[in-house]
C-alpha cells in the first residue's frame, strides 16, 4: 500500500460563498504600492479570524471574503471604514478562492503559533533563538486543494542555520575574505559586508506611510517579533535585489559549510517521518479553524484515498544498456561489460598532467593506478605527460587556491603546446571545493589563446587509497568521468538499449533530445547567467552544453527564444553527424525543454508565447518559421516544455503490516493529467524524496498534432534517463543525465567560471 504525506479536511466546506470588497479611499496610488498595501489588510484580517485573500486582478473588487458571517463583515467595515469598502454581491466561491483562503489560514495559523518560515521551511522561533544547535527541527507545510478539498501536506525536516560569530563579522572586513550568509524572512544569499555602525532601534524605514524603527518595522512587514533595540545591524550585499542594505544582527546567519553534512541520526526514516508529521498535524493544526469551523484533518492518506495512480516502470534489474560492439548488458552488470566490451563510443586515448599541493610516491603511485584501471575497463589509455612540470606533476607548494591558480597561470603555455588530448587533474586536500573552482577557471581561462583543459578533481585521501590498492571503486567511477570529458561530443560510455521515448504515443522512437535549463547566479558579475544543456539525445549520447548571460533570475522571452534557436541548432549538427557516422540513428523531431524548478504561471505563458509567436518586438521569428526555412533544421517538431521540482514536500512510502518503508526505485504516483511524484532511487538511509514532474506546454510545429504526453509517460520518460549516470558505475542514482550535466554547469557559473561550450561537466 502507498501512502503519502497529505492530510485532508474531513469537514470541508460545504458550497462555499463569497464576497469581493472594493476599497476606494486607499491612501496609496502605485499599483505596487496599492497591492503591498492590501496584502498587510489581508494579513490582519486572517489574524482576527476572517478568511480573506487578494482578489484576482481582472476582478471588481480587492479583497476576497470566503463565506463571512454578518459579524465578519461588521469587522470588516469597522476596522477598515477610512478605506470606504464596498461589498459586493455575494457569490459562489471557486476552487482558486478557496485555495488562495485556506494557503493564508495556515500561514497565519503558523505564525500565531509561534513558528517563523524561513525560505520553504517553518521553524519554531524558540529555537530560532536558542545558538546550542545549528540543526533547527523544521518542516515543510504546503496547503492545498486536493480532490476538491482543503489538505495541508508536512514533510519534517532540519533547517540548518548556522550562528554568525564576532570573528565572522571581522574577517567581512578583510578585502581578502569573502563571508556568505543568508538573511530572513527568505532565506536570501548575501554577502557580509561588515558592520553597519548604528543599533537597530536607530534606524527607521518607511513602512505604508510610517515612519517604524527598525524592530517595529521587521514585525509590522515580517511577522518578524525578535528583533531588539540595541542590537547592531550589519551591511549584507544582496545579489538577488544587487543591493547593499542593513539587516538587524538576528535575523542574519552563517551560509552552510561546505563538507558539512547532516548527522545520521537527524536523517529520518520513513517510520519516523511518518510519525513525526502526524503528530505535528494533531500538535500544531487541532484549534486550527477555517470558515467558522475547527478543522478535522485526517490521518495519513493512501494514494487510493486519493484517487492517484500509482504505476511502476520496473527495478534496476529490468533495465538493459548497450557497451562496446553494440553488446547488450543489464544495468545491473555495467562494470563487468566494460571489462569485456569496453565503452559504447569505443576507446578515447590521452594524457594528463596532476596539480597537486606536495609531489611523492603515493601521488605517482596513485595516478599510475588510476590510468591502469581506465585501461583495464577498455575506455583507451592515459599517460602521465611528461612534457610539463616534473614529469606530469605540477607541484603547488601550498593548500591555498590562490597558489594553485597562480601555479596553473605559470604552465598554461606549457599545457597549451601539447598536441594530444589533455586532462588536469587537480588534487583537493580536503573538501576545499574553492581550490577546485579556482583551478579549474585557470585551467579553462582562453589566455592569449590557450585552449581550455578539462579538468577532473580528485580528493588527496583518495589517491592515496588508489596508491595502496584500497580505492579501486573510486578509481572506476573516476575513470568513466574522464572518459566523458576526454571524448567530448557524442561521448557515451553505455547507452540505452531501448530509447527513453520509446513509450511516448505518437513520437518516433530515438527522435526527441533532452534539454535541462536552470538559472545560476555568479556573485562576481553581479548579474545572472542562464545554464542550459542540450546534452543528450534519446539513447543517451552527450550532445552539448552551453551559457548564456541574462539581466536577472528570470527567463526572459528573448534569451528563452535564443536558447531555442541555439539549441535546434546544435541539435540538428548532431543528427547530421549521426547520420554520416554508422552509429545509431538519430532522427531529432522531438525537444523535451526541461527546467529546474516550478515553472510559474507567467513563466509559462511567455514560453507559450514565444514557441508559437516569437519576439516581434526584437525581431524573433516564431519557431515554426525558422524551421520551415532553414535547410539545416528539421521541417516540423514537437516541443514539450516540463517542469523538474527536485526538492517537493510531498513524500510517499509503503505500508506494510505495521511497519512503514521506502518505495523502490521505479515507481511513480500520478496526480491529474499533468503531474506526478516518481521514486528513481530508493536511498540507503532516511526517506526518498521523489521528483515532482509536471508538463507545462507541448506543440506541434508544421506537422498534423500529436496528443499531448501523460504525467505517466513523462515519468517514465525520466526515469528511463535516470540510468545513464556515467560518474556512477555500479549503482544508477536519482537524477536524469541531462539534469546532472546541467546541475554541475550552474555549479561552475555560480563559483564565476566561464566554462567553454560544449565541455561536457560531469
Not at 545491473?332 to 611523492?360: C, F, M, Q, W
Not at 590510468?371 to 610539463?388: D, M, W
Request: glycine share 8%.
Amino acid at each position: 500500500m502507498m501512502l503519502t504525506n497529505i492530510f485532508q479536511m474531513r469537514n470541508a466546506p460545504e458550497d462555499p460563498s463569497m464576497r469581493r470588497v472594493k476599497l476606494s479611499g486607499l491612501p496609496v496610488d502605485e499599483k505596487r504600492d496599492r497591492i503591498s498595501f492590501i496584502q498587510a489588510i489581508i494579513s490582519n484580517l486572517n489574524k482576527m479570524g476572517v478568511d480573506a485573500s487578494l482578489a484576482p486582478q481582472d476582478s471588481e473588487g480587492d479583497i476576497t471574503l470566503l463565506s463571512p458571517d454578518g459579524k465578519e463583515l461588521d469587522l470588516v467595515r469597522a476596522t477598515y471604514d477610512s478605506f470606504n469598502p464596498e461589498f459586493l454581491a455575494s457569490k459562489k466561491a471557486t476552487q482558486y478562492e478557496v485555495k488562495e483562503a485556506w494557503q493564508n489560514r495556515v500561514r497565519t495559523h503558523l505564525s500565531e503559533n509561534g513558528f517563523q518560515k524561513v525560505g520553504r521551511k517553518y521553524v519554531r522561533v524558540e529555537d530560532i533563538l536558542d545558538p546550542s544547535s545549528d540543526f533547527k527541527e523544521a518542516y515543510e507545510i504546503q496547503a492545498e486543494i486536493i480532490d476538491g478539498e482543503p489538505a495541508i501536506s508536512i514533510d519534517p525536516c532540519t533547517r540548518i542555520m548556522e550562528s554568525l560569530s564576532g570573528e565572522d563579522i571581522q574577517r567581512a572586513g578583510n578585502p581578502d575574505e569573502r563571508v556568505d550568509v543568508q538573511v530572513l524572512p527568505k532565506w536570501k544569499n548575501g554577502e557580509l559586508v561588515g558592520r553597519a555602525g548604528f543599533k537597530a532601534g536607530d534606524k527607521s524605514f518607511e513602512y505604508h506611510g510610517e515612519s517604524l524603527s527598525t524592530p517595529k518595522y521587521w514585525k509590522k512587514k515580517y511577522d518578524i517579533e525578535f528583533v531588539d533595540d540595541d542590537e547592531e545591524m550589519l551591511d549584507i550585499y544582496i545579489p538577488d535585489y544587487d543591493m547593499e542594505l542593513p539587516y538587524p544582527a538576528s535575523v542574519v546567519f552563517g551560509s552552510f559549510s561546505r563538507g558539512r553534512s547532516l548527522p545520521d541520526d537527524l536523517k529520518k526514516d520513513p517510520k519516523q517521518r511518518v510519525s513525526e508529521a502526524a503528530t505535528a498535524i494533531d500538535q500544531y493544526f487541532d484549534s486550527m479553524q477555517f470558515t467558522g469551523s475547527e478543522a478535522d484533518l485526517s490521518k495519513l492518506t493512501t494514494a487510493k484515498e486519493l484517487g492517484y495512480d500509482t504505476p511502476s516502470f520496473g527495478s534496476s534489474y529490468d533495465f538493459d544498456v548497450r557497451l562496446g560492439d553494440d553488446r547488450k548488458t543489464g544495468v545491473n552488470d555495467i562494470h563487468k561489460s566494460l571489462k569485456r566490451n569496453g565503452p559504447y563510443a569505443g576507446p578515447v586515448n590521452g594524457e594528463y598532467v596532476v596539480i597537486t599541493p606536495e609531489d611523492g610516491r603515493e601521488i605517482r603511485d596513485g595516478f599510475d593506478e588510476l590510468a591502469s584501471i581506465y585501461n583495464q575497463l577498455n575506455l583507451g589509455s592515459i599517460s602521465r605527460c611528461s612534457e610539463v612540470g616534473n614529469d606530469g606533476i605540477i607541484e603547488v607548494g601550498s593548500q591555498n587556491s590562490n597558489t594553485y591558480a597562480n601555479r596553473i597561470t605559470e604552465v598554461r603555455d606549457q599545457l597549451d603546446a601539447i598536441d594530444s588530448d589533455l586532462i588536469a587533474f587537480v588534487v583537493l586536500p580536503g573538501h576545499n571545493q574553492d581550490v577546485y573552482f579556482q583551478a579549474r577557471g585557470k585551467l579553462f581561462e582562453r589566455l592569449f589563446g590557450n585552449n581550455p583543459v578539462p579538468a577532473q578533481a580528485i580528493q588527496y585521501k583518495n589517491v592515496v587509497k588508489l596508491a595502496n590498492d584500497n580505492g579501486y571503486f573510486i578509481g572506476v567511477n573516476t575513470a568513466s568521468q574522464v572518459y566523458v570529458k576526454l571524448g567530448k561530443v557524442g561521448s557515451a560510455v553505455w547507452i540505452l538499449d531501448e530509447p527513453a521515448d520509446a513509450h511516448v504515443p505518437g513520437v518516433e522512437p530515438g527522435s526527441t533530445c533532452y534539454a535541462y535549463h536552470d538559472v545560476s547566479r555568479r556573485p562576481d558579475k553581479k548579474s545572472a547567467a542562464t545554464a542550459y544543456s542540450a546534452t543528450t539525445d534519446s539513447y543517451g549520447r552527450y550532445i552539448a552544453t552551453g551559457a548564456q548571460p541574462t539581466g536577472g533570475e528570470k527567463l526572459t522571452d528573448e534569451v528563452f527564444h535564443s536558447i531555442l534557436n541555439e539549441l535546434l541548432r546544435k541539435v540538428s549538427a548532431f543528427h547530421r553527424r549521426q547520420e554520416t557516422s554508422g552509429e545509431k540513428d538519430f532522427h531529432f523531431k522531438r525537444l523535451v525543454f526541461a527546467k529546474d524548478g516550478k515553472i510559474g504561471w507567467q513563466e509559462q505563458k511567455m514560453m507559450k508565447k514565444v514557441i508559437r509567436e516569437g519576439v516581434p518586438s526584437e525581431g524573433k521569428r516564431p519557431i515554426s518559421e525558422i524551421l520551415d526555412e532553414s535547410g539545416l533544421l528539421p521541417d516540423d517538431m514537437i516541443i514539450d516544455v516540463v517542469s523538474v521540482n527536485k526538492s517537493p514536500n510531498k513524500r510517499v512510502v509503503t505500508r506494510d503490516g505495521n511497519g512503514f518503508d521506502n518505495v523502490a526505485g521505479g515507481n511513480a504516483m500520478i496526480y491529474g493529467d499533468e503531474s506526478g511524484l516518481l521514486v528513481s532511487h530508493k536511498p540507503e538511509r532516511g526517506t526518498a524524496k521523489p521528483l515532482e514532474i509536471t508538463a507545462n506546454d507541448h506543440v506541434s510545429l508544421n506537422r498534423d498534432d500529436v496528443p499531448e504526453p501523460t504525467a505517466e509517460s513523462l515519468l517514465k520518460e525520466y526515469y528511463n534517463l535516470s540510468y545513464l549516470n556515467w560518474s556512477s558505475i555500479f549503482s544508477q542514482g536519482k537524477y536524469a543525465l541531462p539534469q546532472i550535466l546541467t546541475q554541475n554547469l550552474g555549479e561552475n557559473l555560480s563559483a564565476g567560471i566561464d566554462v567553454p561550450e560544449n565541455m561536457a561537466m560531469i
